[in-house]
């Protein structure tokens, strides 16, 4: 168990819906990133969010939004769906001290769109 | 930008033996960190062995151990004794050790296959 937690494991919605995923960080991690694993396009990072402020975007559709909370949760918006967003979507978070740089990933939310 | 490369899609073992998986990357940068991620079936991403690139000494953990060659860009993961449950996709990944560059680079990744 790597201490990071994502919610829901499993959604299946349709074309055109909006999606919410959950991710709750390691405890007193400041970091969050986002990556989404399809058999196409690999695992591609999505977003970085540090405290509540974005840091860094990568292959991210417009579709796509996030944000991190005062309590650090944060939230992955998929909106617009097409069935080519169907993926596994991970919640990483990054530890410091002797470990800094390192990230831990969540269980991933499986998402299908028919 | 960053590279990765893990040039096989697929790798065999006997149970009980050796095997090593290879990465290279591509970089201009001298300060980053290099991982290894197991994913099982389960499809969860499992840190397997993590490398800090000024450290000149290969890092080891139990089974797992790396081969980092700086000037080549490579680091190959070596898997000792291997069992059954070792049996899963494996990543490569590069890391950055800029603030600018937090992401995780992976490369396409290698299944491993273990025989009983």
């Known amino acids: 168990d790597s201490g990071v937690t994502q919610t829901p494991k499993h959604l299946i919605t349709a074309t055109g819906q909006r999606v919410t995923l959950r991710c709750s960080p390691r405890s007193g991690d400041l970091s969050v990133y986002w990556y989404q694993q399809s058999l196409d396009q690999g695992l591609q990072f999505l977003i970085h969010y540090y405290n509540g402020e974005e840091r860094a975007k990568g292959n991210i559709l417009e579709r796509f939004s996030a944000q991190q909370f005062p309590d650090l949760h944060s939230e992955l918006n998929l909106s617009s769906l097409e069935l080519g967003d169907s993926a596994l979507y991970f919640c990483?978070?990054?530890?410091?001290?002797?470990?800094?740089?390192?990230?831990?990933f969540g269980p991933g939310t499986r998402l299908l769109v028919l | 930008a960053q590279t990765v490369t893990q040039s096989q899609p697929e790798m065999s073992v006997q149970e009980a033996e050796t095997v090593t998986l290879s990465c290279t990357y591509d970089t201009s940068e001298s300060d980053y960190y290099l991982f290894w991620y197991k994913q099982p079936p389960s499809r969860q991403m499992i840190l397997v062995i993590r490398q800090e690139a000024y450290k000149q000494q290969n890092a080891t953990e139990n089974r797992f151990s790396v081969n980092f060659q700086k000037a080549a860009k490579s680091f190959s993961l070596k898997i000792s004794d291997s069992q059954l449950g070792d049996a899963a996709m494996y990543f490569c990944a590069y890391r950055s050790a800029s603030n600018a560059g937090n992401m995780l680079t992976f490369g396409g990744g290698t299944r491993l296959m273990v025989k009983p």
């Open positions: 990483a978070s990054s530890v410091g001290g002797t470990m800094r740089g390192t990230q831990y």
